[in-house]
């Protein structure tokens, strides 16, 4: 089975610009969880949908947005880049359930920089 | 909130040797799981070892085991017969039943000297 998948790897933007990441779950998964990883905060949760409906989200400014297709493909769109939103940006999948607690499964991640 | 503490920012370990990454949680949950992820150069975040908190049984895969203390709150990642290619970033993260927000720790570096 083919695991998660995310595009691009790497991406060079300016400030102001926005940014749309793309993730693809693995086949049978229903949740894509997005984070954010950088030196100084860690692994931050961004937010996480299930069926097309954003059903968890992070603290972070409403500049961060997303989505979710029926195929359960997400993209996530980051609007006015600041120089701080330089991050490893990483998504994670897994099935979904409603009681919780599946593990999830992570992609290679997408590297932004913004100049 | 749920919060995750790794105390040792870096470890080393000879090559066959083993050695012992800490983890301290808290959590008013009592529906909770955790998980040691492990991130290579590469970045790609890999799990490694999962635990349900619900169970008093410590999880093993292969040469990785935990030492998980529900009431001291500590879940600790034994690595045995350490390989070059343990060499990584070791996270430790909580899961909230119910819940798909992973909060992690801020990560331990293991060096593998051969």
């Known amino acids: 089975k083919a695991g998660v998948t995310q595009t691009p790897r790497y991406l060079i933007k300016t400030r102001g610009q926005q940014v749309t990441l793309s993730c693809s779950p693995i086949?049978?998964?229903?949740?894509v969880s997005w984070y954010q990883q950088t030196p100084g905060q860690g692994l931050q949760f961004l937010f996480e949908?299930?069926?097309?409906?954003?059903?968890n989200k992070g603290n972070f400014p409403g500049r961060f947005s997303g989505r979710q297709f029926s195929n359960s493909r997400s993209e996530m769109n980051v609007s006015t880049l600041e120089l701080g939103d330089s991050a490893l940006y990483l998504c994670?999948?897994?099935?979904?359930?409603?009681?919780?607690?599946?593990?999830?499964?992570f992609g290679p991640g997408t590297r932004l920089l913004v100049l | 909130a749920q919060t995750v503490t790794q105390s040792q920012p870096e470890m080393s370990v000879q090559e066959a040797e083993t050695v012992t990454l800490s983890c301290t949680y808290d959590?008013?949950?009592?529906?909770?799981?955790l998980f040691w992820y492990k991130q290579p150069p590469s970045r790609q975040m890999i799990l490694v070892i999962r635990?349900?908190?619900?169970?008093?049984q410590n999880a093993t895969e292969n040469r990785f085991s935990v030492n998980f203390q529900k009431a001291a709150k500590s879940f600790s990642l034994k690595i045995s017969d350490s390989q070059l290619g343990d060499a990584a970033m070791y996270f430790c993260?909580?899961?909230?039943?119910?819940?798909?927000?992973?909060?992690f720790g801020k990560g331990t570096k293991l060096t593998v000297n051969p």
């Open positions: 993260a909580i899961l909230q039943g119910g819940s798909e927000k992973l909060v």
């Open positions: 949908y299930f069926s097309e409906t954003q059903r």
């Open positions: 994670a999948s897994s099935l979904g359930d409603t009681t919780g607690g599946e593990t999830q499964y």
């Open positions: 635990q349900e908190a619900y169970k008093q």
């Open positions: 959590t008013s949950e009592s529906d909770y799981y």
């Open positions: 086949s049978g998964h229903r949740s």
